[in-house]
């Protein structure tokens, strides 16, 4: 009985490890800028949001060149939940904005805003780009310029002029990261954005469902068909100690042999008597 309570005792922990591993995922923090660029008009709103399926509280936070990890909804924005808004940006809330969790032990990813103060500004992405993907970048003026034809720099240099005021740049590379700004004649330059690109993630070929709904299955199942054998191994039935019908089995067929052999003798003895007559 005690062999027994401890096989349940570790199959119970073995399916309790099991599930541990099946079901855990790690949580990931996200921020998301609304619209999804990096230059604003000032007068302009933005909305940013911090994305998260846990449990846990997230603040925004920003570094500017006049304060250092305010908090949104005290110094700055509206705080809605874990999103914030500014409903009229100004110049001054150029800086870095970041998601922190209440508890100071984790942060998302960083992103840079800039408000201009001029009539021209870049339209990049916020959050870097993957390694691979597309890079369209607009320049945009506050009026509507009679051409909009613009010019795109890169760390200072010329790329080339776009008579539509849109330039893609196609599979883009860690080599493709750097400062970028516009200029469209008669109405300016726009600020310099930093444009990040991501590596590409690594991915394995996921197996056909059936074979891991089988594999599942199996995952699942182990750790019972191992106790079973565990238990049997460990916990032996004797049968010829605990069974009574194979004890009264053995002593009948004793006591046949036993009256063969009585037999046996008595037909010796028989045959020698006669003889000697």
């Known amino acids: 009985m005690s062999c027994s309570c401890r096989m349940e005792g570790t199959s ?12 855990c995922t790690t949580n990931q923090i996200g921020l998301t800028v609304s619209p999804s ?16 399926h846990s449990s846990a509280g997230w603040t925004l936070r920003r570094n500017t060149t006049e304060e250092t990890r305010t908090l949104c909804g005290s110094e700055w924005g509206s705080a809605d939940g874990s999103s914030c808004r500014i409903s009229y940006l ?3 809330d150029s800086g870095v904005y970041w998601c922190e969790s209440r ?6 990813i960083s992103v840079n805003i800039s408000v201009s103060g001029g009539s021209v500004i870049l339209q990049s992405p916020v959050l870097p780009v993957m390694e691979g993907h597309d890079l369209t970048l607009s320049c945009q003026s506050q009026t509507p310029p009679s051409k909009p034809s613009a010019a795109f720099y890169k760390d200072g240099s010329l790329i080339r002029t776009e008579p ?16 970028y700004k516009c200029h469209i004649s008669a109405h300016g330059e726009s600020p310099s954005s930093w444009i990040s690109v991501s590596e590409r993630p690594r991915t394995t ?20 068909f191992i106790s079973t054998l565990l238990l049997v191994s460990l916990c032996p039935q004797r049968a010829s100690a605990s069974d009574p019908s194979v004890s009264m089995v053995m002593t009948q067929h004793s006591h046949a042999e036993q009256g063969l052999a009585d037999d046996h ?9 006669e003889h000697q007559f």
């Open 90 to 92: 100004l110049p001054s």
């Open 12 to 23: 119970v922990q073995m399916l309790l490890a099991l599930s541990s591993l099946l079901c």
């Open 37 to 52: 660029r990096s230059q604003f008009f000032r007068g302009e709103s933005v909305t940013l949001k911090c994305e998260d």
């Open 205 to 224: 070929e996921a197996p056909p469902p059936a074979l891991f709904r089988v594999l599942l299955h199996l995952l699942v199942i182990s750790p019972f």
């Open 164 to 179: 539509t005021g849109h330039m893609t740049l196609q599979h883009v590379s860690r080599s493709d990261e750097g400062l």
């Open 265 to 273: 003798d008595d037909i010796i003895t028989s045959g020698t008597t």
């Open 103 to 108: 508890g100071g032990g984790a942060s998302s």
